[in-house]
Each structure stands twice: as C-alpha cells, then as structure tokens.
C-alpha cells in the first residue's frame, strides 16, 4: 500500500511539472507570434 501510495504521489508531482512545462511553452510561442506580426506590418 505504501509503495502504490509513493508512486501516485510521483505520479502527481511529474504531471504538474509537465502541465507548467507547457503552459510556458505555450506562452512563449504566443509572445512570438505577436512579435512575429508585429514586425510582419512593420515591413
């Protein structure tokens, strides 16, 4: 029981650093895209 326990816990912990991992990724590439628009007027 205590292992299933321990390995749910790392389950959770992995997941919710995906999850961050991709919310800053998203944001990254929207920064991007504005800039990339931006500058596409520009022109």
Do not use: P, Y
Request: glycine fraction near 4%; proline fraction near 0%; hydrophobic fraction near 45%.
């Amino acid at each position: 029981m205590r292992i299933a326990f321990i390995a749910l816990i790392l389950l959770i912990a992995g997941c919710s650093n995906t999850w961050q991992g991709v919310k800053d990724d998203s944001s990254k590439v929207w920064e991007d895209t504005k800039q990339a628009i931006h500058e596409a007027t520009e022109d």
